[in-house]
Nanobody, 124 residues
Framework: QVQLVESGGGSVQAGGSLRLSCVVSEKTYRPYCMGWFRQVSGKERERVAKISTTGGGTAYADSVKGRFTIVRDSSTNTLYLEMNNLEPEDTAMYYC?????????????????WGQGTQVIVSS
């Protein structure tokens, strides 16, 4: 059973930084695509960043472009999200997800495994 375990969330002031981690429990599992999504209570889950594990291509939501960086360490099967210059609008529960599809897309239905989430709170 593949599990994704996120960590690294917390409370920071605007302008601060956090690094989220997502460990894939099954070391032999190699998804083709991994992503970070976030959700505010009462709203739909939204895209943040994704990375193709085959080609290394990355993509970001416009709202985080230039501030967030998605990185995957294949040696430890760990996904990271470096978040800099955080804004109060970044406050949300952050989820990592893994997809077996060769098409690394934003569509949530393509992601087979999801973590439980890690909370990020940014105060002004």
């Amino acid at each position: 059973q593949v599990q994704l375990v996120e960590s690294g969330g917390g409370s920071v002031q605007a302008g601060g930084s956090l690094r989220l981690s997502c460990v894939v429990s099954e070391k032999t599992y190699r998804p083709y695509c991994m992503g970070w999504f976030r959700q505010v209570s009462g709203k739909e889950r939204e895209r943040v960043a994704k990375i193709s594990t085959t080609g290394g291509g990355t993509a970001y939501a416009d709202s985080v472009k230039g501030r967030f960086t998605i990185v995957r360490d294949s040696s430890t099967n760990t996904l990271y999200l470096e978040m800099n210059n955080l804004e109060p609008e970044d406050t949300a529960m952050y989820y990592c997800a893994a997809s077996d599809s060769l098409r690394c897309v934003w569509d949530l239905s393509y992601y087979r495994y999801w973590g439980q989430g890690t909370q990020v709170i940014v105060s002004s």
